[in-house]
């Protein structure tokens, strides 16, 4: 890998790092406010949206100019929010402007991949990519915490620049601070980004043309073969991911019996999963053979499933480690593959997102789901059972369509040589 491809790694750790310490941040300051129990899941919401209502003007954005660029214009819109919520603006409006510059900056960090380097190393690259977000998001969750304990929390407020105040009086606008200083650092990094010397489509002014354009890349990209198996397997790991997440907490309480703070280790235990996925994917799979980890969607289906019997804690997080192997082993690829296919059909930002826009409407649904069946009062291991079967099916009934594509393409081609 040249160095250029380092860099972009270390701007994409620290922005997304920033992006999950600023989280318990937002947390931390609705517990301030006494605002109710369901702002803290609104937070992401607030997040998401951007990328599904934005879909159709972000990717544009991202091929108008250098990718790095476009990083660096969204982590000022990052930074912006940030300050909002320094200056007591809603933790929910300034989180969902942070979003905003997520939902700019996601295309530009993976569109820059794929003009950076060959076809051949997109795999690779996406086990680094996925391996350093997991990582941050480990690390950011666990600094985030740590900086708003008391102890710690006393520490750093004692500490004064000579001869300025900065005005950084609580543990809420220390960590702000903090977070702030995170997203200068991603900043600057973007400013070494390399220039891939890519022509650039200048931005159209008409909404009304980037929405149809939107849309034409969506329909072009759902019916390209290989493109409508990758974005439809990416779309269900990335909403069954996010619904997970929650699953994982209520089921720990239900079965394990172990508090809030205990069950959010074992989420830590299936990011590491993923990362140790990614870093397989990234060393066994090539391009070429992608399609062939489809099968591991259905294992992981099966083994959430098996969640139901399980009562101890050691078995939990073995489970739930295989859990995030399997996923990071399979969606590594499938997302090299889409990146692949959107590169070629339709240029790396529009392909993207078209990705963002289905992965995040899938996640605004599946948990929006899983929301109404907690809320009926349905049981925890009914639901895990629920959620199980539907990775299984949609995940077969991919293979299925892929299997019978590939047969109907494998007939032409015998066709083609008289056989007959």
């Not at 991911?241 to 994982?248: I, P, W």
């Amino acid at each position: 890998m040249k160095l250029g491809f380092y860099i972009i790694m270390a701007a994409q750790f620290f922005s997304a790092l920033a992006d999950n310490v600023l989280l318990i941040a937002a947390i931390y300051l609705l517990h301030n406010l006494e605002a109710p129990a369901e702002y803290t899941p609104l937070l992401k919401t607030s997040f998401t949206l951007s990328y599904v209502l934005l879909a159709a003007f972000v990717g544009a954005f991202a091929d108008s100019m250098p990718k790095w660029r476009v990083m660096f214009i969204s982590n000022g819109i990052k930074i912006l929010g940030c300050s909002l919520m320094f200056f007591d603006v809603h933790p929910l409006f300034a989180y969902a402007i942070v979003g905003l510059g997520a939902a700019a900056y996601s295309p530009a960090k993976y569109g820059i991949v794929t003009e950076y380097l060959p076809h051949r190393l997109l795999v690779v690259a996406n086990g680094w990519i996925e391996g350093l977000t997991v990582l941050a998001i480990i690390l950011g969750v666990a600094l985030g915490g740590f900086i708003i304990r008391p102890d710690i929390a006393q520490h750093l407020l004692a500490f004064d620049f000579p001869l300025f105040d900065t005005g950084i009086n609580t543990t809420a606008k220390m960590s702000l601070a903090l977070t702030g200083g995170l997203y200068i650092i991603a900043s600057l990094l973007n400013l070494y980004v390399p220039d891939t010397g890519v022509d650039h489509k200048p931005i159209k002014n008409n909404p009304v043309y980037l929405v149809r354009e939107f849309f034409h890349c969506f329909t072009l990209l759902w019916r390209d073969r290989l493109g409508r198996i990758s974005l439809a397997v990416t779309t269900l790991f990335w909403g069954a991911g996010a619904t997970l997440q929650f699953l994982v907490l209520d089921w720990a309480k239900f079965a394990l019996n172990i508090d809030l703070s205990s069950a959010t280790l074992l989420q830590g235990v299936v990011a590491v999963g993923v990362a140790i996925g990614a870093i397989l994917a990234a060393k066994v799979i090539t391009l070429r053979k992608s399609v062939r980890v489809i099968p591991m969607g259905i294992a992981m289906g099966v083994i959430v499933m098996s969640m139901i019997f399980v009562h101890n804690t050691v078995v939990a997080a073995v489970l739930l480690l295989i859990i995030g192997a399997l996923s990071g082993f399979f969606v590594v690829p499938m997302n090299a593959l889409l990146q692949h296919r959107g590169h070629i059909l339709m240029g790396s930002g529009h392909s993207i997102a078209v990705q963002n826009f289905n992965e995040n409407l899938s996640i605004l649904v599946m948990t929006s789901l899983y929301s109404v069946l907690i809320g009926i009062q349905l049981s925890i291991n009914w639901v895990i059972a629920i959620f199980g079967f539907f990775v299984i099916s949609t995940m077969w009934l991919v293979m299925r369509h892929h299997n019978t594509i590939q047969r109907g393409q494998d007939d032409i081609a015998h066709l083609d040589d008289g056989v007959l």
